[in-house]
Every structure is written in C-alpha cells, then in structure tokens.
C-alpha cells in the first residue's frame, strides 16, 4: 500500500496532523499546568469587572465604573475609526503620488520620487515621534490657542471645534445624506445599463453633487432648520464642550496615511505601467484629454494589477495602527495592556488582540476579494 502515491500522500498528511495536534497539547497542557502551580486566575470573568482606568478619547460613553469588556470595545472602535481613516487618506494621496510619478512635468514627477523613496526608507515609529512632536511643540498652549473666531482653536492640546447640539434637523439631514448616497449608486447603475444597452451615456457628477447636496439640505430644513451650536469655551487647562481631535489622533492618522502612501504610490505606478502603451496611444487617437485617457481607460484596466497588492497595504496599515501606543493614543493595543496590567491575566489579553486583528484582516481581505472578483467578472 505504500507504494501508492496517493496512500503515502494520505499519512503523511495524518502524521503532520498527529505531530501538530501533539504539539499544541503540550504547550497549552504545560501552560495550564505553570498557571495553576502559580495560582493565576484564567478565564475571561475578568472582562465583566470595573476597570477603573481612564481612557482619554473614546468614540463610545464611557467611564471608569465600566468594565474591562466595555474598555476593550471603547479601544477597538478607535483603531478601527483611525485605520478607516487611514485607509482612505492613504489611497487618496497614494494615487495621486502615483500617477505624479509618471508625469511629464520633470519636477513634478522628481518631487513625488523623491517623496516615496524618503518616506518609505525612514521607519514609521520614528515618523510618528516627528509627527507628534510637531503637533505639541510648535503649536501654542492652550491658554494661548490659535482662535479662528469663537468656533475653532488650535493648541497643544489638539483642534477643539464647534458642534452642533442634538436636534430633528440633524437627525434628517443624516438619513437625507444616506438617503443621497443609495440614489448615486442607483443613479451610476441605470446609467452603466443605459449606456450598454444604447451607447447613450447619462450625466454623472451633475446629479450626483444635486442629490448629496440636496437630500441632506431639505432633511435640514424640514427638521426645522436647526443652528444652535455647542462652541468650545476655555475652562481650566483645556477647553470645554465642542468636538476634539487630539495631537494623538492627528499625529498617528497623518503617520500611517503618509507612510502607507508612499507604498500605494509604487503600486499604482506598476499598475499603470502594466497596461499596454497602445492603450493610451489609441485613446489619444480618439481625441481624449489626458485625464479622459487615465479615467476612463489606463485606470480601470490598471485596477486589476493595483488591487491585490493594495490589499497588503490596507493589512499593513490596520496592523501598524498597534504603534499608537507609543505616542499615547489609546487604541486596542493601549487598552488591552493597561488590562493585562491590572489583572494578570496576559494570555486572555494577548488572545483576544490576536483575534481581533486576525478578524480586521481576515474581512479587508475578503472584501478587497470580492472587489477582485468584480472586476474580473466585468471585463469577461
């Protein structure tokens, strides 16, 4: 029988299996064991006590009489909102790098060089310490904040902004925005079918810009056209009331979106330089702007080189948001250390950072798969 190609395949497999199961019955059999001579508590109790800690910035109410559980959710939202943001900035200014790169324009396309090969070779912690230090110390003290009026001020201590107070209007102008949103994408549907279907092509940006304009703008006004607004006054240290973006948010959003765009900037040009000369060469030919000729032809058939690598990159910066703990912003990785400090309980911590991450990084990559799969799907 073990002549047979296919039945040494089979246990040679099932000895892998057996050695990998054995193994990780040893480690966590050794672990449990080292964990009870030692009388450290296990299990996951911990997260329904008091944590008792601050948290400095928390996109969710929160308190010190909340618990572990509530503290650990409060950090998960503030690195998912700071990668999201992350992400889009990054793409944004690494596209435009990108195609900088392939300019005409001789300083144009030196400068953008110049940009990636500077910012891809200097490591992202230190360009987050030079992005933090610039926010804290060339900026003014509190007390001596830059004032835009009665409604923004710039300090050390972050941008401190006017906000609207809780009112119908604003309430309606948001569903009225959601409401412009799914009309857009409609919109762009019925158009990609007339336009297959006719070779007619409808206007876009026009009735796009009337509805995201539009929409929320009537919500406003039937909602009763609310204008109260809850501006940031000056009491003790720092301000009070209003939105805030601390110099810790700011300082890690512009390091990651920076860094990573020097990345996405090379992947866009590879992309673009993949796709066949005579491409452009036949849009020219067609009486095609330049920007026609990027939008509409170079661009969509470079997406199927662009998006795989992209994807690494969305990874990349998901993952490198965990150094926010070096400049103080409190992220998953902050809060679960303060956790793992105050209870001892190190393996619980440690595991559910790791599945966190892996579940972020597991779902970027099925949706940038899927937006693959589209593409491949819509050049058939």
Known sequence: ???SERVRGIVYQALLLAAVVGVGWYLIDNTLHNLQTREIQTGFGFLGRSAGFEIGETMIEYDPS???GRALAAGLLNTLWVSALGIVAATLLGTLIGIARLSSNWLLARLASAYVETV????????????YGMLTELLPPVREAIAFGDLVFLSQRG????????APGWSAAGWGLAAAVAGVLAWRWLAARRQQATGAQWPLLWPALAMLAGLPLAGWLLGGAPTAL?????GGFDFQGGKALSPEFVALL???????????AEVVRGGLLAVDRGQDEAAMALGLRPGQRLRLVTLPQALRVIVPPLTSQYLNLTKNSSLAVAIGYPDLLAVANTTMNQTGQAI???AIVMAVYLSISLAISLLMNWYDARLRLTER
């Open 66 to 68: 909340r618990t572990y």
């Open 348 to 350: 619980e911590a440690i």
């Open 230 to 234: 809850e501006r940031p006054v000056l």
């Open 254 to 264: 512009a390091g990651l979106s920076t860094y990573t765009a020097a990345f996405i």
């Open 159 to 166: 941008l401190r902004y006017a906000w609207p107070q809780p």
């Open 120 to 131: 891809r070779n200097v490591p992202l912690l230190l360009q987050l310490f030079v992005w």
């Open 1 to 3: 029988m073990l002549h």
